[in-house]
């Protein structure tokens, strides 16, 4: 229990008026986090029109800003949202969050006492970058609390690390674990190559150098008979595994992060489907072309939906085995149907377009 709270303390303010933290963290769609710059007038002006098209905006104030932008970045994102019509606090169709600066840098004690002065009300989310352990959660914290306070807010802000450095992920439980606030986990692949020092140069994604090797298939004389092809593996698939378990364990969420690679949407599509299918909720979407891509990949497909619609109702109460299309299902795959026929109704719930393709599923015995 070392420098953790009690379990009667843990769900306390931290200060004096703040909000009562949550004790379930609201399973809110967010497919899709969407970054924008919001010192970039060009993007700035986008996002009135992408508010009900993706479920999370994220102004960003860390990398990507330049360090001569980061004051008009963070202006820039407390007039976004005071401009913008239906723009976070909970309800709306679409989520506001943040990344604030690192938490050794000049500029995060300033991105956090104003945007929750000026638009604490309307931040859902504050993402936190290159998180080490849970004192960088606490820190934030209790300094979210004070500030809440001050500002009257009614709602308490949530909080998101990126799993972006080796401690932080060796840290990862504690991380996930450190408050009531925590709403999920991003990878953070680029930044925590560079702190693992892999010898790769991309903002996520594979790399044809990270294989593995068909056996050699040799004749009676060690000579071998037809070429060996060589099948790429997945960088992350350890890194984002782990965080699927964390977050599971501590009923948060987990995110794959950014995919560089603009121009290349199959294989982007490929590393959203491999997170997606090991239990990642959603991704980051760098550029609006991912977007659609990541409303796809983050949301069942039909023939997955009919497929769980048909398990439920041939298991009847839930317990036994049956046999269906030559397969047995039982309480436990019925319980993986489950997981698919809930997300399909929670997405039906905001995205018309779904709703139509999922009424619209039969479902024959
Ligand atoms: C490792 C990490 O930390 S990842 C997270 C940090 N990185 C980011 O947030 C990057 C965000 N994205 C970007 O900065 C940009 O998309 C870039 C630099 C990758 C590409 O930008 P551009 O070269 O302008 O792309 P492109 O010319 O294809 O843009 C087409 C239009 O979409 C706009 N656009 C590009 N990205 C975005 C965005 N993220 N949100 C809204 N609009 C955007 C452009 O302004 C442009 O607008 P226009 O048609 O009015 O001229
Ligand atoms: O912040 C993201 C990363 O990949 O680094
Ligand atoms: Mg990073």
């Not at 092809?229 to 364990?249: E, F, G």
Request: hydrophobic share 40%; with cysteine.
């Amino acid at each position: 229990m070392t420098g953790q709270r009690s379990p009667k303390d843990f769900f306390r303010p931290l200060a004096v008026g703040a909000p009562e933290p949550l004790r379930e963290v609201p399973a809110r769609p967010s497919r899709a986090i969407h970054f924008f710059d919001p010192s970039n007038a060009k993007m700035a002006a986008k996002v009135p029109q992408m508010v009900g098209t993706v479920d999370v905006l994220l102004g960003n104030l860390e990398d990507a800003v330049k360090a001569d932008n980061k004051e008009a970045a963070r202006h820039g994102l407390v007039q976004i949202a005071r401009d913008t019509a239906n723009l976070g606090g909970g309800s709306g169709p679409t989520q506001l969050w943040t990344r604030i600066n690192a938490l050794d840098s000049p500029w995060v004690l300033d991105d956090l006492t104003t945007l929750v002065a000026e638009i604490g009300d309307q931040l859902d989310v504050v993402m936190v970058p290159k998180v080490q352990g849970a004192e960088d959660i606490h820190y934030v914290d209790r300094l979210l609390a004070q500030l809440e306070a001050r500002a009257g807010l009614t709602r308490p802000i949530l909080v998101h690390a990126i799993l972006e450095t080796a401690r932080g992920v060796v840290n990862i439980e504690e991380i996930c674990g450190a408050s009531p606030r925590m709403q999920g986990l991003s990878l953070g692949p680029a930044d925590l190559a560079a702190d693992r020092r892999m010898k790769t140069t991309r903002v996520g994604g594979g790399h044809p150098g990270y294989v593995v090797r068909e056996d050699p298939v040799l004749t009676s004389d060690n000579v071998e008979t037809s070429q060996r092809r060589t099948y790429q593996q997945d960088l992350w698939h350890y890194t984002i595994a782990r965080m699927v378990d964390a977050c599971a364990m501590h009923g948060i969420y987990p995110y794959y992060g950014p995919f560089g690679d603009i121009s290349d949407p199959v294989a982007c599509e490929d590393q959203f489907r491999n997170a997606f299918l090991l239990g990642c909720v959603g991704t980051w979407t760098l550029h609006p072309s991912q977007i659609d891509i990541a409303r796809r990949v983050f949301s069942p497909s039909v023939d997955d939906v009919r497929h769980a619609r048909r398990v439920v109702a041939a298991m009847g109460d839930g317990t036994g085995a049956v046999m269906l299309d030559g397969k047995m299902e039982d309480d436990a795959s019925l319980k993986q149907c489950l997981v698919m026929v809930e997300l399909a109704e929670q997405l039906a719930g905001i995205d018309p377009e779904l709703k139509e393709q999922y009424d619209a599923i039969e479902v024959d015995a």
